[in-house]
């Protein structure tokens, strides 16, 4: 599937060599498609969401002419180092693992990640006395919050997307006390979540907030507190290949511009229902 964003005319940064212009001069984005409300495909084909939107805006402002194309989420960093793309906008954190092979925008969006159960799961009462766990600098309550998830999901299977930061998590903090069980996408996992062949899921609060607010997420809730900062990054930003910081940068200035008058904010809310957009 391939959608064409008409942005308008070619900025002039191509000749002044800011960008490493493809052969047709169009910058080719990739998304996932399978991770609404971020990216997805609707009962039409076409691909829909948060960053679909954003996507068009952002070539807009940059005033660049751009493509849009799906793309799996495994193997996807891959994919754009190798050539089949040259932007990647699908729901990717910003973390210091990732900065080491390929380059970043700012942030765009920001969302805390929340563990997710049935509504009849011993866990559904599950809480800590923080309703947020920074894991960058602990204090003695955020400690104990996490002594608390530790104690509360020993034994308990985890289910969790491929290839994130979100299983980056659970393996560095939780893997001595549950069983991961991983997906290819987060629709996978939603399922088996619903039909009791994991006892808890792991995703972004973003993800989870329009799930919850649909008749297939009536039997779901969360528990336990948000989960940010360490594994999970700086927020979610466009990926670049190293060589392309200067499009990353000039891509920078298009999400400054949307921040600064508040399209940013407006779009989110309109996508999660909440400001999920970097301030």
């Known amino acids: 599937m391939k959608n064409l964003?008409?942005?308008?005319?070619?900025?002039?940064?191509?000749?002044?060599?800011?960008?490493?212009?493809q052969a047709d001069n169009v910058i080719r984005l990739a998304t996932e498609g399978a991770y609404p409300p971020w990216n997805a495909v609707?009962?039409?084909?076409?691909l829909e969401g948060f960053e679909i939107e954003l996507a068009d805006e952002l070539c807009a402002r940059a005033k660049v002419e751009c493509s849009l194309q799906q793309t799996a989420w495994d193997g996807?960093?891959?994919?754009?180092?190798?050539?089949?793309?040259?932007?990647?906008?699908?729901?990717?954190?910003?973390?210091?693992?990732?900065?080491?092979?390929?380059?970043?925008?700012?942030?765009?969006?920001s969302s805390p990640a929340f563990f997710v159960v049935s509504d009849d799961s011993p866990l559904k009462d599950f809480s800590t006395e923080v309703e947020n766990l920074a894991l960058g600098d602990m204090d003695d309550k955020e400690q104990?919050?996490?002594m608390a998830l530790k104690k509360a999901l020993d034994g308990k299977t985890v289910g969790v997307?491929?290839?994130?930061i979100h299983l980056n998590f659970l393996k560095e903090y939780l893997k001595d006390e549950i069983d991961i069980r991983t997906y290819a996408t987060q629709e996978q996992l939603d399922l088996d979540l619903q039909a009791g062949r994991v006892d808890i899921a792991l995703a972004a609060m973003s993800y989870w907030h329009k799930l919850l607010s649909k008749e297939e997420g009536k039997n779901l809730l969360t528990v336990g507190p948000g989960v940010t900062e360490g594994p999970f990054?700086?927020?979610?930003g466009l990926g670049f290949?190293?060589?392309?910081?200067?499009?990353?940068?000039?891509?920078?200035?298009?999400?400054?511009?949307?921040?600064?008058?508040?399209?940013?904010?407006?779009?989110?809310?309109?996508?999660f229902g909440f400001d999920a957009a970097a301030k």
């Open 241 to 271: 290949r190293k060589k392309d910081q200067a499009l990353a940068d000039q891509f920078s200035v298009a999400i400054d511009s949307m921040v600064a008058d508040g399209t940013l904010s407006a779009m989110a809310q309109k996508w």
């Open 161 to 164: 997307q491929k290839g994130t």
């Open 5 to 21: 964003i008409k942005t308008g005319a070619l900025a002039a940064a191509f000749s002044m060599g800011i960008m490493s212009a």
């Open 76 to 109: 996807i960093i891959p994919s754009l180092q190798q050539g089949k793309f040259d932007v990647i906008i699908a729901g990717m954190s910003i973390t210091d693992k990732r900065k080491k092979k390929i380059a970043f925008s700012r942030a765009y969006a």
């Open 42 to 46: 609707n009962s039409a084909g076409q």
């Open 144 to 146: 104990a919050a996490l």
């Open 233 to 236: 990054g700086e927020g979610v």
